[in-house]
Structures are given as C-alpha cells and as structure tokens.
T-cell receptor, first 114, second 110 residues
Framework: GENVEQHPSTLSVQEGDSAVIKCTYSDSASNYFPWYKQELGKRPQLIIDIRSNVGEKKDQRIAVTLNKTAKHFSLHITETQPEDSAVYFCAASNALEYGNKLVFGAGTILRVKS | DADVTQTPRNRITKTGKRIMLECSQTKGHDRMYWYRQDPGLGLRLIYYSFDVKDINKGEISDGYSVSRQAQAKFSLSLESAIPNQTALYFC?????????FGPGTRLTVT
C-alpha cells in the first residue's frame, strides 16, 4: 500500500522568511495530494491540494509543487506570519480507485518566530 | 466546520470498558472515515465507509468496530478499551473536492 514520508518533523523560521515542507510517496498510482493545517487544539483543515495532471498550484502565499517522476511533492509558504504556526500534514491517494481514502505523512510542526 | 460533529468531545474511561464515539454530518456526503491521531504519527485510518452498506477496514482496525446507521451517522466503538487506545479521534467526510474533519474526540483510557 501507499506510504508517505514527510520532512522535516519540525521547522522554525523567522517571520517573513519562506518555509518548505517536503513529502515523498511510494505508490505511483497516487494522483491526489492535499495539504492540511492543524492549529493547536483544532481539527485539520484543507489548505491546498494538487492533482497529478498539474505540476504546481498557488493560492496567495502558499504553493504546492509535484514531481511525479521522483514521487515527491512540496508545500511552500512565502512571507511567513505568526498565524502560520501550526502542524502541517501532507497526504496522498489514488482518488480514482479509492475515492478520497488518504494516507497521511507524520506531520511537520512549523514555528514562525516574530 | 460545524457540518461534521462528534460526541463526546472528551472522554475518560477505564481499561476494559466499552465506549462509543459518534459522528454526524449534514454535508450529505456518502463517504465517512474514522482516524486516530497520535503525536509524531500523523493521522491513521481506522475504518471507512463509502455508503450505508459499505464498511472497510483501514490500516489500524484491530480493537475497533464501526456502525453506519444512516448516511449522516458513523459510530466508532471500542469493545474493551486499553490504555494504548488513548488518542485523539477524528471523524471525516469527503466529496470530490476534498476531505473534511470533525472537531475530534480526546479519549483517555486509564
């Protein structure tokens, strides 16, 4: 089955700097890659996703890139702000075959220092 | 997201007790999921259901059972709770646009 690895496990950046979180996946049939943000004591919230027919997607200060050949995808946050501090999870699924049954990475704790 | 609710939000129980966690949704989604979250391990899938008559085991189903009472309701049971089932449990629903989580239930087994 699918296995998703996420790095780093913790990331500290200065406010205004960029943050990059990377994930690799094992199943070449996976074609849907969402990212979730979980603030302390809250539920995971979908912040951006990408499907395998595109290589990059942007939404304001966040972007996701996908390299299908290397089987990895990354989350990029620019101009970080204190409110970006949270745990971020990547996930992967073969959306066509399994609907939205996701396999998650272990998470990255992002701390933005002001 | 108030469209997915979970009860109870917090529960402390003793080893060997049976406990049920409930999930309700008003999104009209057919697909529902139960996950547990442990520090450093991310979210791991316990069970999932693609419609009322469809129940499937996830990667960590041992010690758990589920019931899909209706499209809107999906319950998770621990028949005989043990301390290593202490965790944060999330219910989720999905459509083609994504997966949406409930607020979570913090379960402590003493």
């Amino acid at each position: 089955g699918e296995n998703v690895e996420q790095h780093p496990s913790t990331l500290s950046v200065q406010e205004g700097d960029s943050a990059v979180i990377k994930c690799t996946y094992s199943d070449s049939a996976s074609n849907y890659f969402p990212w979730y943000k979980q603030e302390l004591g809250k539920r995971p919230q979908l912040i951006i996703d990408i499907r395998s027919n595109v290589g990059e997607k942007k939404d304001q200060r966040i972007a996701v890139t996908l390299n299908k050949t290397a089987k990895h995808f990354s989350l990029h946050i620019t101009e970080t702000q204190p409110e970006d501090s949270a745990v971020y999870f990547c996930a992967a699924s073969n959306a066509l075959e399994y609907g939205n049954k996701l396999v998650f990475g272990a998470g990255t704790i992002l701390r933005v220092k002001s | 997201d108030a469209d997915v609710t979970q009860t109870p939000r917090n529960r402390i129980t003793k080893t060997g007790k049976r406990i049920m966690l409930e999930c309700s949704q008003t999104k009209g989604h057919d697909r529902m999921y139960w996950y547990r979250q442990d520090p450093g391990l991310g979210l791991r899938l316990i069970y999932y259901s693609f419609d009322v008559k469809d129940i499937n085991k996830g990667e960590i189903s041992d010690g758990y059972s589920v019931s899909r009472q209706a499209q809107a309701k999906f319950s998770l049971s621990l028949e005989s709770a043990i301390p290593n089932q202490t965790a944060l449990y999330f219910c989720a629903t999905s459509d083609l646009q994504g997966q949406y989580f409930g607020p979570g239930t913090r379960l402590t087994v003493t």
